[in-house]
């Protein structure tokens, strides 16, 4: 696809730093980097040594004493020749640098072609690749761990077994469409029936992990709702540990929802405090509540705040009534302004601070386990695109077995083993097509 071309692109991140890496991979790697490096001849340099010099542009003009560091093909992160040119940080030097590699015969690199080249000298599957965008973008210890788990390949090797094993039998299956005039079984069906149960539950597994994978991603909707002045702001700004949201007594002072994100136990939990729930004729405050109620619709987790000096009002147990029960955790809050500590739910005072907030978060987590669940970071699926392929490859599972208790002929059964085959590895790369991956590396930022 691109044997011929090579490629440059800045790899750090724009902005003011202490130093930028541009980097250039394919056959012309090395000239083209030689070409514009003052110090050693770059071509006759051994593998993954770095080199002092200066760069200049193909016109001579000085650009910055710059590492130059060369790593030969095939021990390098895509397979091809590769270079890379640490440079001083700042957005300009990285770009005059990238600009002289391009005037001196290499082509900016398109979004993700560096790991797509990665993929394709076989490097890393797919899924691997995948997992790369994963982990920089990962916004948690959680996500963290398991696109960091993906990408070290422990997924895609649970994977790659079940493929392979049904693969195997589909070989068999096949050698009996061969002698079916002699009656032949070269498939011990009751074998067959235990492997097809087990890729079935390997499958429904990973697939039941796809809500937490989400989560995991994107991070744990929790609303905070209640009554106005019941407390709501504080205890957001408590949970987030910063001043987020604005703190008075006047009742109504939240009129629009507000969001504020932390991590607790490796997960993300993204809090929004909305306007308090109340009738009101003020237009502006009408329209809070409207999308307080919308956001309550859905959150993952509500936490609904009540006052202890006011306890559980009509109006509270109303709102409560049409909350899912199992997503709800009640909070009695001001519990510094009651002499008697009694009240439903969790008891505490949001304006004591984050240590004050300790209990809330551990039953916020407990919560979140109970509703997503816990599996092996391994086993854990962020990605849509493998959901898809998963859900596809468990139908025609499906499809098997229920050819084989109809007691259907071999190549019936097969077709199924087949389909659900080709979708596992539509997952890993093993089956692809230059569509699908465009579409996946479209993603990437370029220089990666």
Known sequence: MFAQDTIA??????????????????PKARQIASDCFTGRD??????????????????????????????????????????????HGGDYVAAIVLQSMIESGARLARPGEFTQRAFL??????????????????????????????YEGHYSEQLEKLRTAILELCA??????????EDVEFVDRTELRKLIKSALNQTDELLRSVRLGTVVREGIRVVIAGRPNAGKSTLLNSLSGRDRAIVSEQPGTTRDVLEADAEFEG??????????????TDAIEQE????AHGTIAKADIVVYVYDLVHGLTEEDLDVLKKIEEGSTILLGNKIDLVQQHTGEGLLLSAKDGPKAVVPLVRELVKRAVE?????????????????????????ALLGAKAALDAHKSPDIFSLDLHAAARELGMITGVITNETVLGAIFSRFCIGK
């Open 288 to 291: 809070g509540v409207r999308r």
């Open 267 to 280: 997960l993300r939990f993204r809090f929004t405090d909305t306007a308090g729930l109340r009738q009101s």
């Open 121 to 150: 000298s076989g490097k890393m599957d797919l899924a691997q690749a995948e997992a790369i965008a994963d982990l920089i973008h990962a916004t948690s210890e959680r996500a963290h761990r398991t696109s960091l788990a993906a």
């Open 371 to 395: 509703i997503f669940g816990n599996p092996d970071v391994s086993k854990t699926v962020m990605n849509a695109r493998h959901k898809n392929h998963l859900k596809h490859a468990h139908e």
């Open 42 to 87: 770059l071509t006759a340099v051994e593998s993954h040594t770095a080199n002092v010099g200066m760069w200049v542009s193909p016109g001579g003009d000085r650009i910055d004493r710059v590492i130059a560091t060369v790593f030969l093909a095939p021990r390098t992160s895509t397979g091809e020749d590769v270079v890379e040119i640490t440079c």
């Open 9 to 26: 692109a800045i790899a750090t991140a724009p902005g003011l730093a202490a130093l930028a890496i541009v980097r250039l991979s394919g």
């Open 172 to 181: 068999l299956a096949e050698l009996e469409i061969d002698f079916t005039d």
